[in-house]
Structure formats: C-alpha cells, structure tokens
C-alpha cells in the first residue's frame, strides 16, 4: 500500500513525506505510483489500547458477543489496530462468562484485534478500589486465576494485583510465568511494591492513579517502578494527570517504558448520562466522572495527542479524530 503526501515522524518532528507499506514499512520517502492522497493528515503506527473496558454502550463485562464487535469497530474508527478486552471486578461466576466471551472474540476485518484480556480485579485492596465494587474483592488465589484463563482459552494477557494483600507474593511467582502481572488499586509501599517486582510483577496500572503518592521520604510504587525498570500505564486525557506530571513520567520512565492507555468505559463515543461500570451507577458529565475521576468520552488517539504535545513533538498543527485503514491510522488536522 502507497499512502501519499502524509505527515510522518521522523527525527523528532512531523514532516511531510510518503510510506509504502504492507506488514512492515518498506520506503519513506518521495515515492513515485499512485496511492491514497493523505494530504493534511499525519500517518502514525496503529495505536495498541491494553487497558480498555468499553465504549458506545458496551462493556467487556456484559459478556456479549455483539458488544465485543461494536466496541471493535468503534476503537478501529479511532486509530486502534490491537485492545486488550479489561474486566473489572466480580464474582467468579460473572467472571467466567466474561472470560469465555472475550476469549474467544478475536475480532480483525472492519474492527480492531482483541489479542487477549487484562484481568483488572478482584485481587486489589479495598483501600483503593476506585470505581471497582467492594463487595467483589478477594485475596489473590492462584487457583482460581487458573480456572478464569481456562475460561478464557488461556488468552488472559496481564492481571492485576495489590502486593500488600495475602498471598500477593506466592500468587505472583505463580501468574508471572503465566502472563504479565501488574501492580494496580494497591496501598503498597515502596518496599512491598519492590518485593513484587522481585518475584515477577513488570507492570503498574494506570501510574499514579489508585496508589499511594510519590513522596520524597515514601516513593512507593511509582518510585518502585522506576527502581525496577517495570513498564507504566498513564491515562493522558488531561483529567487523570497533571501535564507537568506526564512530562515528568516521560523523563522518568523513558518513552519506551510507557504505555498510554484509555481505561475508556461503556460511555465513551457517547453524550453526558448515567450509565454502568462493574455494577455501579456512574454519572458523565462533561469532563467530570465519579468521585474517583472516571472518564468517558476521551479515547486512546485524544491521549496520544495530549502526551505527544507535552512531551513538545512538533506538529505541523493540531490533531483530532482519526481516519482508518489496516496497519495504520491517518489523523486529521485540527
């Protein structure tokens, strides 16, 4: 495929060029043949959401197959190739149905892959659930973890834990050889989040969010996770983060330590409401959630400008929505 007269990045900045590509770039250049005219739009890689629950009304929890293709369709309108399907947190039984739904969904064709699932909950602390029900917590349990990727053909990508609760320990050395485990909804200190870390933990869910502060006498896990060379989620729709606190995280981390994800719910692609997220009323209203910042029209390419504007990428001009083709997305100018 030939994409013509694009924005593309190249050495640090936005410049226009063409790309002929099929699974892999092949020439970036001036490129003689006829191809797709991009003019005024930016061509970048097809965005990977690993942290996503839902949009335009569904929700990976309702277990729906029908739900599973909308949501799809609706992150490949919006630049993403690849998701991870995110549950939250329920009893084993709501659980299984979801497990065997999203995994046997693959998705592909007019919507995005769903190349696995990120188990979000229940082995979190009821200390900073967020928007996850209480009642639905457990201990960490290897066993029933197992049970759960049974359900799911083995297609559980990364789950999420809180460190300082009983039997973290045991069940990360445990999950770690099975998929990736990240710290999340945890009171940790540095010095627990740094033992998780040891025993096979390389990822923290949405950094800063849902933990305890980075203080200069109690680093906790985000200081840990700089210690530890572990990857970190940032939510970067300028609700969740301070700007100065992605440019920050950028310079801690380094860009190839950072995942920007969503955490989009059911509401996102939709107007201000009441809706549902893991059994609770939530309600949108513009640019404020629930008491525990939850988002919902903001989606993983409104993140990526954000962070690429802070982090000072230069852009011909602004950004806005994307426009979708198989392996990358063209963005429009503002």
């Known amino acids: 495929m030939l994409v013509k007269n694009a924005f593309v990045f190249l050495n640090g ?19 003689s043949g006829d191809g797709l005219d991009a003019t005024g739009l930016y061509l970048v890689p ?22 599973l293709k909308e949501m799809a369709r609706f992150y490949a309108s919006r630049g993403v190739s690849s998701f991870c399907a995110t549950s939250m947190t329920y009893d ?25 699932i990120n188990m979000e909950g229940p082995f979190i602390s009821p200390k900073k659930k967020g928007a996850q029900d209480a009642k639905n917590i457990f201990s960490p349990d290897y066993a029933m973890f197992e049970r759960l990727n049974n359900a799911a ?23 770690s050889k099975v998929c990736a485990v990240s710290l999340a909804h945890t009171a940790a200190d540095y010095d627990t989040a740094m033992r998780a870390f040891y ?8 950094l800063y969010n849902a933990m305890e ?29 301070h700007p100065a606190v992605i440019r920050a995280s950028f310079a801690l981390y380094g860009a190839n330590r950072v995942c920007l994800v969503s955490d989009s719910m059911r ?22 959630g629930d008491t525990c910042r939850r988002h919902h029209r903001r989606f993983l390419h409104q993140c990526f400008n954000g962070a690429s504007k802070l982090r000072g990428v230069r852009h011909p001009q602004g950004a806005g929505a994307y426009r979708r083709n198989a392996y990358a997305s063209a963005l429009h100018r503002a």
């Open 92 to 116: 084993e039984e709501t659980l299984t149905g979801v497990m065997r739904e999203a995994g046997a969904y693959k998705g592909g064709g007019d919507a995005a892959k769903c190349v696995g």
């Open 213 to 241: 502060p980075f203080l200069h006498r109690s680093p906790g896990v985000v200081g840990a996770a700089f210690d530890a060379g572990a990857y970190v989620e940032l939510i970067c729709d300028g609700i969740h983060l």
């Open 153 to 175: 053909n083995g297609r559980i990508r990364l789950v999420d834990v809180a460190p300082e609760t009983e039997g973290a320990m045991e069940f990360i050395k445990e999950a």
């Open 46 to 67: 097809g965005l990977v959401d690993v942290h996503t629950h839902g949009a335009m009304g569904a929700d990976t929890c309702d277990a729906v197959e029908n739900g």
């Open 267 to 288: 509401s996102a692609g939709l107007p201000d409401g009441e809706y549902e997220l893991g059994g609770q009323p939530v309600f949108v209203k513009a640019r404020q």
């Open 199 to 206: 025993n096979g933990a390389n990822h923290v869910t949405h």
């Open 13 to 31: 900045r936005f410049v226009r060029a063409d790309v002929r590509f099929e699974k892999r770039i092949e020439e970036i250049g001036t490129l």
